[in-house]
C-alpha cells in the first residue's frame, strides 16, 4: 500500500490525498498518515520539481565527475564520499563499479567555477588519486522528463 502510494507521489509530488485516495482506494486519512510517517522517517526524502532553466535564460553548468579514490582501512569509500558530497556544489554523489569509484555530479554558474571546484577542492582531498571531468553540454532527459523535445513522434515511413 505505502508503495503505491510512493510511485505515484515519485511520478506527481502535487497529488493530493484525496485524489490518492481515490487512485489507490484506500481512506484519504490513512493515507496522509503513511505520508507523513514516511516523511519522518526520511523515507521521502523531498519533493522535487523538474524545470527548464533554459527557457528563462538561466545559464547553469552541469559536470559529470568520474573519481578514482583510495578506500580507506574500516570505512571503504564512505568517508571520502561523505567529505565530497558535503560541497554546496554537489548535487549527487554515487559509488560505482568499474574503473572509477564515484560518480560526481556539479553545478555552478560558469564553466570556470565548475572547473575550479575540481581543481581546487576536489582533486586535494586525500585519498583522491584522479577525476575525469565531462561537461553536460544539453540536457534531453531528466528524472523521466523530457526537457525539451517535440512530443510528436518522428518515424521513418514503411513502405511495403
Same mark, same amino acid.
Given at each position: 500500500?505505502?508503495? @503505491?502510494?510512493?510511485?505515484?507521489?515519485?511520478?506527481?509530488?502535487?497529488?493530493?490525498?484525496?485524489?490518492?485516495?481515490?487512485?489507490?482506494?484506500?481512506?484519504?486519512?490513512?493515507?496522509?498518515?503513511?505520508?507523513?510517517?514516511?516523511?519522518? @522517517?526520511?523515507?521521502?526524502?523531498?519533493?522535487?520539481?523538474?524545470?527548464?532553466?533554459?527557457?528563462?535564460?538561466?545559464?547553469?553548468?552541469?559536470?559529470?565527475?568520474?573519481?578514482?579514490?583510495?578506500?580507506?582501512? @574500516?570505512?571503504?569509500?564512505?568517508?571520502?564520499?561523505?567529505?565530497?558530497?558535503?560541497?554546496?556544489?554537489?548535487?549527487?554523489?554515487?559509488?560505482?563499479?568499474?574503473?572509477? @569509484?564515484?560518480?560526481?555530479?556539479?553545478?555552478?554558474?560558469?564553466?570556470?567555477?565548475?572547473?575550479?571546484?575540481?581543481?581546487?577542492?576536489?582533486?586535494?582531498?586525500?585519498?583522491?588519486?584522479?577525476?575525469?571531468?565531462?561537461?553536460?553540454?544539453?540536457?534531453?532527459?531528466?528524472?523521466?522528463?523530457?526537457?525539451?523535445?517535440?512530443?510528436?513522434?518522428?518515424?521513418?515511413?514503411?513502405?511495403?
Amino acid at each position: 500500500m505505502l508503495s @503505491d502510494i510512493l510511485k505515484i507521489l515519485e511520478n506527481d509530488s502535487r497529488i493530493t490525498p484525496d485524489r490518492l485516495a481515490c487512485m489507490t482506494g484506500l481512506p484519504e486519512g490513512e493515507i496522509s498518515r503513511e505520508i507523513k510517517q514516511a516523511e519522518a @522517517d526520511k523515507t521521502i526524502l523531498k519533493y522535487k520539481t523538474v524545470i527548464n532553466w533554459e527557457k528563462l535564460g538561466a545559464e547553469q553548468v552541469f559536470a559529470l565527475i568520474e573519481v578514482k579514490v583510495s578506500p580507506q582501512r @574500516d570505512v571503504g569509500f564512505d568517508a571520502i564520499a561523505e567529505r565530497i558530497y558535503r560541497y554546496p556544489e554537489v548535487r549527487s554523489c554515487y559509488l560505482l563499479s568499474g574503473t572509477y @569509484d564515484l560518480l560526481v555530479m556539479v553545478g555552478g554558474k560558469t564553466m570556470q567555477l565548475v572547473a575550479n571546484f575540481v581543481a581546487q577542492k576536489l582533486a586535494p582531498i586525500e585519498g583522491v588519486q584522479g577525476a575525469v571531468t565531462h561537461f553536460l553540454l544539453k540536457r534531453y532527459k531528466e528524472d523521466g522528463e523530457i526537457i525539451d523535445g517535440n512530443d510528436d513522434i518522428k518515424r521513418e515511413p514503411v513502405v511495403l
